[in-house]
């Protein structure tokens, strides 16, 4: 840990937040849950639904002289399961309040039939935009392996945008930010100016605007939610708040958010450059581009690198700079450059 990440952490201890790191069996590594010693006693997100995690969470709040039975609210950030799996097991063995946005309410009351229909939703995405059969196949065994991870959970306490949720020391506002998903929430602390962000917004890594099945519709390819223009709107309005810490779902805490969203806008900006320049050349499919951009990533991480493209599609289309041709048969989604579209022309 570096010493800013230390300074961090131990504003966040004065102000009763902990960090719990959880370990999880993905690519990502461990998921930061906080401990608020307040009243009530609560746990923001709780770590996948396994064994090791649940140990783990377990070892930490004795650290801090607590035990799950302990725990009085249990907060959910956002419907991945690395973030809510150990929720049902905690709130069982508690009798804890569980509160959530309310459309994360919905989807963490079926988890398994709306992971199941996610799954239908980005099978289609990915052979409308043409990825290949085995591709699409071996991903679902994967995803399907991955959802033992995750737990349906009971929600108690639905929260709307913009509500506060109070607690006996803080006022914690619930913040509305899709992209990263269709449900992401923060938590702000207004009077001490420290933001939970959950992955919303990482330090060292880009947080990724997976595109999802909007909560509650039908998996329909064709009417894909704009994930990275949701993420960037949401970007936008968080930078706009005067954070002083911004204490992250992975990784360390942030300490200037705004200069690390504007890091953050630039990266994007580039890639839809970058990206244009590819369909200039050619006409491509969304998988044609992910596999010019990754080389071998775009098959084994199929799924994030098309949710990436499409992103970067979206916002050149939203400036007509890219249009979009066929897809209404078997063929798949070609996109290509419009004329004038500026900086077109092979890549260097
Ligand atoms: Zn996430």
Known sequence: MTAQA???????????????????????????????????????????????????????????????????????????????????ILARRSG?????????????????????????????????HGIPEDVVYALRSVSRAFRAWGSS????????????LELRDRR????????????????????????LA??????????????ARPPGAAPDAGARPRALITYLESLKATRALPAELVLAGH?????????????RLAFHARRAEKILRLVADQPRTAYEIAQAMWGNVAVT????????VLGHLDLLAEDGRVSEVGGDGAAPVRFRAQPGAGHAGPAP
Request: proline share 5%; net charge negative; aromatic share 4%.
């Open 301 to 308: 991480q199929a799924y994030l690198t098309l949710s990436e």
């Open 153 to 164: 959970a009971r929600v108690s306490r639905p929260l709307r945008d913009g509500e506060r």
């Open 251 to 263: 990784g360390d805490p942030i300490a200037d958010h705004v200069a690390l969203i504007d890091q």
């Open 96 to 128: 804890a309040e569980v509160a959530a946005l309310d459309l994360l309410a919905d989807y963490v009351g079926r988890y398994s039939e709306d992971a199941e229909r996610d799954d239908e939703f980005a099978e289609s995405l990915m052979r409308r």
């Open 6 to 88: 230390g300074d961090a952490l131990a504003r966040a201890a004065e102000a009763g937040i902990h960090r719990l790191s959880i370990p999880t069996p993905f690519a990502v590594g461990r998921v930061n849950t906080y401990l608020i010693e307040d009243r009530p006693l609560t746990l923001v997100d709780s770590g996948p639904n396994s064994g090791k995690a649940l140990d783990e969470l377990e070892r930490q709040l004795r650290a801090h002289g607590h035990a799950i039975e302990d725990l009085e609210l249990l907060v959910i950030t956002h419907q991945h399961i690395d973030h809510l799996g150990l929720v049902d």
């Open 172 to 195: 914690l506002e619930v913040l509305h930010r899709p992209g990263h998903s269709p449900t992401d929430t923060l938590f702000w602390d207004a009077e001490r100016r420290i933001l």
């Open 198 to 211: 959950a992955d919303h917004l990482l330090k060292h890594i880009s947080s990724n605007p997976l595109i």
